[in-house]
């Protein structure tokens, strides 16, 4: 009998076994939606994608030109031959256009006791209908066989025949889509107006739970809902709880979102990949950070250049916005015993005062991503000028009320300079140390920077 398992393997040259997902749904051979972008985020994800193809369609980020649905017998084949092969505890459906097709994934789904998620894709996002009118009864049904069901507003207005306007609303509309059957719902609320994105989860037909985020911004985007359903999909194959695989979905399509891609001339497209590159990133800068760091603590000499408050360090991943993207030390270097001590780690969001610097010197030259707080003294800034770094500084004093001290005083020292500075300082002010910070590239650059600097301090 052949395997049934699939297997990858690790750096140490073993084989682990993967967990495998499945996705029901249409080709969009623009490759922004359907079985590309669902497979697309099960890669993303660490899972093993499979595929069963309900439709092919002709499209691209414009718009829907045709569409050829599979006969259902077809269906049934693909599903029956992976199922002789592979162990497939999840899977999710997406466009599943007739009601032959609805009905055949239904039986499938019985007979092989496939757990599954539900998107139930009725139109496209450029505007094409995707389900036949005849095809709506045969997928309410199937929904007594799902887990999860996954309708944005206006999908849950139409299957629960509520005018959805308000949180309120949502949960209406939950609760009458889980007399359909399904175990959960989750009515995302991305279509609906705000700076946050609100989606409800009702579970088991007795508690809801909120979800919030900020929202991202961006134009149409094309893909979301396919990619969202894949990554809780993929979450729960993993063997996650329905709340941890919607809270990782939810991060994942976040980053998605952002890295949307730049492909065409209608609809951007998500970008799946975007999460696993954000975490390689974050990885790297987390390294970055930490070696800069240990080697600044391990030379006595920077003890010379330590403020009170102590230094922190602090990287950008690329294409940065928030403080939430840049790497910097949950702790600080501070002096103990008239030597440097490294305390905390590297984490996103480790050091809001470094990262606010690197985040406004990042709108003018992206190149910038790094920072680091010095000791201020006149001999630290003659060091400075003997080394030919360009330097600016700011007056606290002149500060307006209701701005970020930070951003607004690192703009007053690049438009002073009419460039991003490697050295920024203030002469402090009531109840505030001084402070030199130093800019560079990278982790490493600015750290040398200090202990170059720090040679020349007596």
Not at 201 to 213: D, M, P, S, V
Request: proline share 6%.
């Amino acid at each position: 009998m052949p395997a049934r398992h699939t297997w990858s393997a690790n750096p140490s040259g073993e084989y682990m076994r993967l967990p495998c997902a499945l996705t029901i749904a249409g080709s969009d051979s623009g490759g922004g939606a359907g079985i590309q972008s669902d497979l697309k985020t099960f890669a993303a994800l660490g899972v093993h994608g499979l595929c069963v193809v309900t439709a092919v369609t002709a499209q691209n980020t414009r718009g829907v030109d045709a569409i050829f649905e599979l006969p259902p017998e077809f269906v049934t084949q693909q599903l029956d031959t992976l199922m002789r092969d592979f162990d497939v505890e999840w899977a999710k459906t997406g466009m599943l256009s007739n009601a032959a097709i609805v009905r055949a994934v239904e039986a499938c789904v019985k007979k092989y006791d496939i757990r599954v998620v539900i998107d139930p894709v009725m139109v496209a996002a450029t505007g094409a209908p995707l389900l036949r009118d005849d095809a709506f009864e045969s997928l309410i049904k199937l929904f007594k066989r799902a887990e999860l069901v996954t309708p944005n507003v206006a999908e849950a207005e139409r299957l629960s025949g509520i005018k959805i306007g308000s949180k309120a609303d949502m949960k209406k509309a939950a609760r009458r889509i889980a007399k359909l059957g399904p175990k959960a719902v989750l009515v995302k609320g991305g279509h609906l107006p705000g700076s946050e994105v609100v989606d409800i989860l009702y579970l088991n037909r007795r508690k809801f739970q909120e979800f919030r985020g900020p929202r991202v911004p961006s134009g149409p985007t094309h893909g979301t809902g396919c990619s969202f359903s894949a990554a809780i999909t993929a979450e729960l194959a993993k063997g996650a709880g329905i709340r941890e695989a919607i809270e990782r979905a939810r991060r994942f399509i976040a980053r998605a979102i952002e890295g949307r891609l730049d492909v065409g001339k209608g609809v951007k497209p998500v970008n799946p990949m975007a999460a696993l590159f954000f975490d390689a990133e974050k990885a790297r800068a987390i390294e970055e950070v930490w070696a800069a760091a240990r080697s600044l603590a391990a030379e006595p000499r920077f003890a010379k250049l330590l403020p009170e408050v102590g230094s922190n360090l602090a990287v950008a991943l690329p294409g940065a916005k928030s403080t939430s993207e840049v790497v910097g030390l949950s702790g600080r270097i501070v002096r103990v015993g008239g030597r440097p001590h490294l305390t905390g780690f590297p984490a996103l969001g480790g050091s809001e005062h470094i990262a606010n610097i690197i985040l406004a010197a990042l709108r003018y030259n992206p190149g910038i991503r790094a920072g680091l707080n010095i000791r201020f003294s006149e001999e630290v800034l003659r060091a400075c000028r003997r080394l030919g770094l360009g330097m600016a500084e700011f007056d606290r004093s002149r500060e307006p009320p209701g701005v970020k001290t930070m951003v607004w005083g690192t703009e007053q020292a690049i438009k002073k300079m009419g460039k991003v500075p490697d050295v920024i300082f203030d002469r402090g002010g009531l109840g505030k140390e001084p402070m030199v910070r130093l800019l560079g590239r990278s982790a490493p650059e600015v750290a040398d920077m200090a202990l170059r600097i720090a040679e020349i301090v007596e």
